[in-house]
Antibody, heavy 119, light 107 residues
Framework: EVQLVESGGGLVKPGGSLRVSCAAS????????LNWVRQAPGKGLEWVSS???????FYADSVKGRFTISRDNAKNSLYLQMNRLRADDTAVYYC?????????????WGQGTLVTVSS | SYELTQPPSVSVSPGQTANITCSGD??????ACWYQQKPGQSPILVIY???KRPSGIPERFSGSNSGNTATLTITGTQAMDEADYYC??????????FGSGTKVTVL
């Protein structure tokens, strides 16, 4: 059974930093593209970042230069380092897997972890 | 940037057909997929590559994509289908793009 479990969310002040993680199991992690998608309270889904199986990295313009995605295939884990956080970064952050980057859907999603940016 | 537009809401009676549209420039030239999200839950994939259903998704869910519009159709809608539905496509410049979401209400 495929499982994606996010952790590391919490309350952080504007300008602060936070790292969220995603632990994966039930599939060959190293062969998949991994993604972060966020959802602000009461709002829709917003793609944040992707890292391919070859470690090519892509970011949404809204987080470029502030967020860093990484993966550790030995630990079957995905990470998102978030710096210079702003109030509009407040959201549930989901990790999602895809067979490849590009015209491939996000076939499995985690349960999400809530990040709240507030003073 | 690339944008996908969905109607905010669709209402359907039980047993009837719901059509949820997703519009974008030359969307028919891309693959569209659809996610269902129920309150407090994570999204799940219900249609990919325009028309394909993942394992475990009921046959009443179907999709099409042509011109500037992709459509998710729920035939014989059930109360359990009440949820938010999001379309998604990949654009070579904008990367992954989600639609604004459509709330389906089964009256």
């Amino acid at each position: 059974e495929v499982q994606l479990v996010e952790s590391g969310g919490g309350l952080v002040k504007p300008g602060g930093s936070l790292r969220v993680s995603c632990a994966a199991s039930g599939f060959t992690f190293s062969t998949y593209s991994l993604n972060w998608v966020r959802q602000a309270p009461g709002k829709g889904l917003e793609w944040v970042s992707s890292i391919t199986r070859s470690n090519f990295i892509f970011y949404a313009d809204s987080v470029k230069g502030r967020f860093t995605i990484s993966r550790d295939n030995a630990k079957n884990s995905l990470y998102l380092q978030m710096n210079r956080l702003r109030a509009d970064d407040t959201a549930v952050y989901y990790c999602a897997s895809a067979p490849n980057y590009g015209d491939h859907p996000f076939d499995y999603w985690g349960q999400g972890t809530l990040v709240t940016v507030s003073s | 940037s690339y944008e996908l537009t969905q109607p905010p809401s669709v209402s359907v009676s039980p047993g009837q057909t719901a059509n949820i549209t997703c519009s974008g420039d030359k969307l028919g030239d891309k693959y569209a997929c659809w996610y269902q999200q129920k309150p407090g839950q994570s999204p799940i994939l219900v249609i990919y590559q325009d028309t394909k259903r993942p394992s475990g998704i009921p046959e009443r869910f179907s999709g099409s994509n042509s011109g500037n519009t992709a459509t998710l159709t729920i035939t014989g809608t059930q109360a359990m289908d009440e949820a938010d539905y999001y379309c998604q496509a990949w654009d070579s410049r904008a990367s992954y793009v989600f639609g604004s979401g459509t709330k389906v209400t089964v009256l």
